[in-house]
């Protein structure tokens, strides 16, 4: 008996060495899986864009993930995500009240990704200025035995977001609006610092700030077979396409696009109209002081944006029909036809 009691005392003894032993290297090991976040800037996004990694360190057998982050929808607006090391099929990110959800799995059997690396990229768009940050709040794991852990890290990264200086735009009605323009990576300004929010626009130069700040998506293929097609700039060319095959923008009578006439308000709130699928019926009036002067194929479409509260006339109660469209007032329009857009 005392013997049988002194083997087992033996073998307690050593199995509590062994946990002994044991734990802290399992300790470790979980301490050292850890969840950072980077700023990654690269030459294929915008000037305000950000393209924020999250990157898992010392990770064991990740079949599948999901995450959750945190940020100031005042100062940062979600535009997309991708997966990193596990590639398979990815789920929509889910953007909402300043969270965002993306998750992505492995298919088939297969071993998960061990290691260091990164698990997605989130590109955000600047939107406000100064200080902000964007929260890593959650990372579920699966691994390849389908067995889940969540993390909860509170990773946090600091960015200071820098709205672009224009020199001529400091007191102008629109400088809120250009500002947000610029920022959204839809206009640029001048190589001398200036915007000239009062210049006006060609029909070239808005098709393709309508394009980007709508988002068309690009045509396949060139289906604008304009009269004067060889006039139209190369650095247009792919919005023009991309607004003809969605149907925004039409030629003339004669077959020509004319480029380089400036654009009128009328054609303008035509194409926005267009563009966002408004209801133009044939028999609605503006209540503009100089509506007589709006042409009558326009017409429909500017009451159509104005019920909208997308279009917004000139002093005295005019919409100045025939007036051709400055850059502020078109990325005016623009940016509430986006955020038109995006509210439906």
């Known amino acids: 008996m005392f013997v049988n009691n002194s083997k087992r005392f033996v073998m307690l003894g050593l199995f509590a060495l062994w946990i002994t032993v044991l734990l802290p290297a ?82 088939g059997q297969k071993k998960g990704e061990s290691g260091s690396f990164i698990l997605c990229s989130l590109v955000f768009e600047a ?6 940050e964007v929260k890593l709040t959650s990372v579920k794991l699966v691994d390849s035995a389908l067995k889940a852990l969540e993390n909860k890290p509170s990773v946090k990264l600091g960015l200071e977001l820098a709205g672009p200086v224009f020199k ?5 009605w629109a400088e809120a609006a250009v500002i947000r323009a610029a920022q959204s990576g839809f206009v640029k300004g001048y190589s001398d610092g200036t915007f000239r ?43 023009i396409d991309a607004a003809v095959q969605a149907g925004v923008l039409k030629g003339y009578d004669d077959g ?38 709006i042409p009558a194929w326009a017409e429909p479409s500017v009451a159509a944006a104005v019920e909208a509260g997308i279009v917004k006339g000139r002093g005295g109660n005019r919409f100045a029909p025939d007036a051709n469209t400055t850059r502020a007032e078109a990325v005016t329009l623009l940016l509430a036809a986006a955020d038109s857009r995006n509210a439906k």
């Open 168 to 172: 001529d735009i400091q007191g102008h």
């Open 26 to 107: 399992y300790a470790a090991a979980e301490q050292q899986q850890a969840f950072r976040l980077a700023a990654d800037k690269n030459g294929s996004l915008s000037a305000h864009e950000i393209k924020i990694d999250v990157r898992g360190e010392s990770l064991q057998d990740v079949y599948a993930y999901e995450v959750k982050l945190s940020y100031d929808p005042a100062k940062l607006r979600f535009k997309s995500a991708s997966s990193g090391a596990v590639a398979g099929f990815s789920i929509k990110p889910q953007a909402e009240d300043g969270q965002v959800v993306f998750a992505s799995t492995k298919t």
């Open 256 to 293: 020509t696009f004319q480029p380089e006439r400036l654009i009128t308000r009328s054609e303008v709130a035509v194409m926005v109209a267009r563009a966002l699928g408004l209801a133009a019926e044939a028999n609605d009036q503006s209540s503009f002081a100089d509506r007589l002067a």
């Open 197 to 239: 929010p009062e210049a006006q626009v060609t029909r070239a130069e808005f098709a393709v700030m309508l394009a980007r700040a709508l988002e068309l998506p690009a045509a396949a293929e060139s289906v604008s077979a304009f009269a004067d097609s060889g006039s139209i700039p190369v650095w247009a060319q792919e919005s």
């Open 127 to 132: 939107v406000g200025t100064g200080n902000s």
